[in-house]
């Protein structure tokens, strides 16, 4: 009997210490995970891509688990206003344009009734693999957003040229508005590269917010100008439990991150 309630106090004291380490140390640091994808096709070995199947399998996870699919811009005036965004909230994003997304992405998100942002490389449109305008417009029309990816898919840390910088990000800005009569609010840096020079040609150029990778020294997304983002490939099912692990809003705390540069 003695043994028996041992074992309870012991019980019940892990489960305060949990409980406490919980409230006071990790929930804190929990973040609205911003999840990365590419293009969405069949046959490809890179991590750059996801196939149809397993996309659909990964957003149908998000529907049965009750999972609140914000759209990004909501995510940033959130952070602006302070708001504490309960577990189980996610953003969904992809990067350069590829003309899968509209082809492969949309018919799922637009299943379970989920928002997204696709970032254009806008140099790029209408090429073989790659959005056209007509297909972006549709997109908008039903819940998608688009933002910047520049114009030609430039690593701007890179650039010296003040002038070539200014072009691809204010450039490709630009380029949008004029497609679909709506300026994007949010850009992403290509690579996920950014230094301050950059940044701050991002921010006069008008845009809200940017994304970038696991770079810079913000893991808990405070700077809106420094969103870090989860690269989800085909390698992250649902089972065992990858595709799970980068959804707990504590990921970024377990990943190093990278110089921006």
């Known amino acids: ?60 996870f998000l529907k049965k688990q009750g999972y609140s ?9 959130g952070i602006e206003n302070g708001k504490g ?7 969904i994003t992809f990067d350069d344009g590829y003309r899968d997304n509209y082809l492969s992405a949309f018919p799922v998100l637009a299943k379970y009734g989920f928002p997204a942002t696709i970032f254009l490389v806008t140099g790029y449109a209408g090429n073989e693999e ?3 305008w007509d297909q972006v417009n549709i997109m908008r029309s039903n819940g998608i957003a688009f933002g910047s990816h520049t114009m030609n898919n430039v690593y701007l840390p890179s650039e010296t040229d003040t002038t070539l ?24 840096y290509p690579i996920g590269g950014f230094n301050s020079k950059v940044k701050a040609a991002v921010k006069m150029a008008g845009y809200k917010g940017a994304c970038t990778t696991n770079r810079g020294s913000d893991r808990y997304n405070k700077d809106v100008f420094e969103l870090n983002r989860i690269k989800i490939t085909n390698s992250d099912t649902v089972k065992p439990f990858h595709f799970r692990a980068k959804l707990s809003g504590f990921y970024n705390l377990f ?3 990278k110089s921006p540069e």
Request: no cysteine.
């Open 1 to 60: 009997m003695k043994i028996l309630k041992k074992l309870l106090a012991a019980g019940i004291v892990l489960a305060v210490l949990t409980t406490a380490l919980y409230v006071f140390v990790l929930s804190p640091r929990r973040v609205v995970p911003i999840l990365m994808y590419h293009g969405i096709r069949e046959g490809e070995a890179s991590s750059m891509y996801v196939s149809p199947k397993n996309f659909d399998r990964q957003m149908m």
């Open 69 to 77: 699919v914000i759209s990004l811009d909501e995510l940033v005036r």
């Open 85 to 91: 965004y309960i577990p189980r909230t996610v953003v």
């Open 130 to 132: 790659y959005l056209t």
């Open 165 to 188: 910088l200014w072009k691809e990000i204010s450039g490709s800005r630009r380029d949008i508005e004029r497609s679909t009569g709506e300026a994007p609010k949010y850009f992403a």
């Open 255 to 257: 990943r190093k991150l």
